[in-house]
């Protein structure tokens, strides 16, 4: 094995770009919001720090480990969020009024439809301000897909838990005693 053969941390420079890799952050609704930002580490401080770093050196090679930092402070965030976003949908599901739950879904549904066509205009628009809208509208595209269907399988498990109270049945159960 070569060990000159792979990168190491040092022979790679990151840049601004770096930080798009992924999905882009999730957009939190604010009726949910307090709920699902609480006890989150935001990253604001390493961001500070990042921010800091770049308006005194300028140039992003000397900023290297603010922006390793806030790259993996940032993915752990995200990915929280987004598991935070589709518990706090199912738990809306399964809790609030169906009337008001089916609304919801129709709502997250009419959004749905709404960034698709916004990412089919994109496509159409060349360069890296194309790509930075389809990066955007991917990701939330995406977010909201997954909050739909946590949704909707809260609503389904309200569904299946009247369903099993209608067949429980209604006679007094009967003790058995052994002596």
Known sequence: MDVDAQPTMDETILVGDDLMMGPPSPIIPPEIASHVLEGVDLCDGILRNLFLCLQINDIEPFCQDELALYRH?????????????????????????????????????????????????????????????????????????????????????????????ERAPSTPTRRWFFW
């Open 73 to 165: 402070c940032a993915e752990r965030r995200d990915k929280e969020l987004r598991q935070r976003l589709q518990d706090s949908e199912c738990k809306l599901g399964s809790s609030m009024p169906l009337d008001e739950a089916k609304e919801r879904a129709a709502q997250l549904e009419s959004e749905v439809t709404s960034l698709e066509r916004r990412l089919i205009l994109a496509s159409g628009i060349e360069g890296i301000e194309g790509f930075r809208q389809r990066w955007s509208l991917h990701g939330r595209l995406t977010d909201t897909k997954k909050r739909l269907e946590s949704l909707t399988q809260g609503i389904e498990n309200r569904k299946n838990e009247v369903k099993n109270d």
